[in-house]
């Protein structure tokens, strides 16, 4: 069975400053997806990064990094120069080709201190 | 404006009493999902539909329905309603192909809160 883990439940960062958000997968399968999603107090899921599992390298949006070790099934999420609106829940999540089916992290809570 | 649409957007209803959550989506997607959301366990998959007339169960469908007469709406079903689905109930949309899935982003709708008394 596919499993995500978010170790860290809870984490805080000052604004300005850079945080990694840590995040394991567990999976036999040799093609698939991952994926970063916040949650702001609003609830609304909204998508930050994704990484094809096929592609070495990490991908970048912004403020927003992952490093993908693909042998270690490891997907940090960096944030570079935090900013009070990245204060959210976290999610990782991983999605096998050809199927659709998102597999969710517990979530990790972050909050940015001005 | 492309959106996803939830309705209703909160429920207090009571153990046994049937209920329908609908979803909408105006982005002509072929696949549409449903998840659960509770406090540690992240979001879990209940059914997923790659597009009309097929479903498939999720990692958590007891207790659940739903059905995909029309490409755009996707509504989830509790005959009876239990305690234990206490949630927040998110549906999502995105392309897909069946038997030969595209990946493209999720798009979720706001989400419902559901409490069962």
């Known amino acids: 069975a596919q499993t995500v883990t978010q170790s860290q439940p809870e984490m805080s960062v000052q604004e300005a400053e850079t945080v990694t958000l840590s995040c394991t997968y567990d999976t036999s399968e040799s093609n698939y997806y991952l994926f970063w999603y916040k949650q702001p107090p609003s609830r609304q899921m909204i998508l930050v990064i994704r990484q094809e599992a096929y592609k070495q390298q990490n991908a970048t949006e912004n403020r927003f990094s992952v490093n993908f070790q693909k042998a270690a099934k490891s997907f940090s999420l960096k944030i570079s120069d935090s900013q009070l609106g990245d204060t959210a829940m976290y999610f990782c999540?991983?999605?096998?080709?050809?199927?659709?089916?998102?597999?969710f992290g517990q979530g990790t809570t972050l909050q940015v201190k001005p | 404006e492309a959106q996803v649409t939830q309705n209703p957007r909160y429920l207090i209803t009571v153990t046994g009493k049937k209920l329908t959550v609908t979803c909408s989506q105006n982005m002509n997607h072929e696949y549409m999902s449903w998840y659960r959301q509770d406090p540690g366990l992240g979001l879990r998959q209940i059914y997923y539909?790659?597009?009309?007339?097929?479903?498939d169960k999720g990692d958590v469908p007891e207790g659940y329905k739903v059905s995909r007469k029309e490409k755009r709406n996707f509504p989830l079903i509790l005959e009876s309603p239990s305690p234990n689905q206490t949630s927040l109930y998110f549906c999502a949309t995105s392309w897909g192909l069946a038997g030969a899935f595209i990946y493209n982003e999720q798009f979720f709708g706001p989400g419902t809160r559901l409490t069962v008394l």
């Open positions: 539909s790659m597009n009309v007339e097929v479903t």
């Open positions: 999540a991983f999605m096998i080709g050809n199927t659709g089916k998102l597999i």
